[in-house]
Nanobody
Framework: QVQLVESGGGLVQPGGSLRLSCAAS????????MNWYRQAPGKERELVAA????????KSADSVKGRFTISRDNAKNTVYLQMNSLKPEDTAVYSC?????????????WGQGTQVTVSS
């Protein structure tokens, strides 16, 4: 059974840090690119950061560049999102997604999400 379980969310003051984790099971984690998305109330879901299957390539949204870092540990089947210098506008539900294409077929798996609230 495929599972993606996020953890590490919570309440943090502006300027603070959090590290989100997404633990994967039930599929070959090292074959999948991993993405972090977020969705704030009343807003569209936004791609925050992405990392290739081997971890050799990453990208991040302009809104988080220089503050958030995505990484992965394929030995632990886990992807991370280190979030520094948090701002109130970073408040959202953060979800991870696994994605790969095999023989022209797209495979995607989503986690349930973890709430991040940035407030004083």
């Amino acid at each position: 059974q495929v599972q993606l379980v996020e953890s590490g969310g919570g309440l943090v003051q502006p300027g603070g840090s959090l590290r989100l984790s997404c633990a994967a099971s039930g599929f070959t984690f090292s074959s999948y690119a991993m993405n972090w998305y977020r969705q704030a109330p009343g807003k569209e879901r936004e791609l925050v950061a992405a990392i290739s299957s081997a971890g050799s390539s990453t990208k991040s949204a302009d809104s988080v560049k220089g503050r958030f870092t995505i990484s992965r540990d394929n030995a632990k089947n886990t992807v991370y999102l280190q979030m520094n210098s948090l701002k109130p506008e970073d408040t959202a539900v953060y979800s991870c997604k696994a994605v790969t294409v095999v023989a022209g077929t797209l495979y995607e798996y989503w986690g349930q999400g973890t709430q991040v609230t940035v407030s004083s």
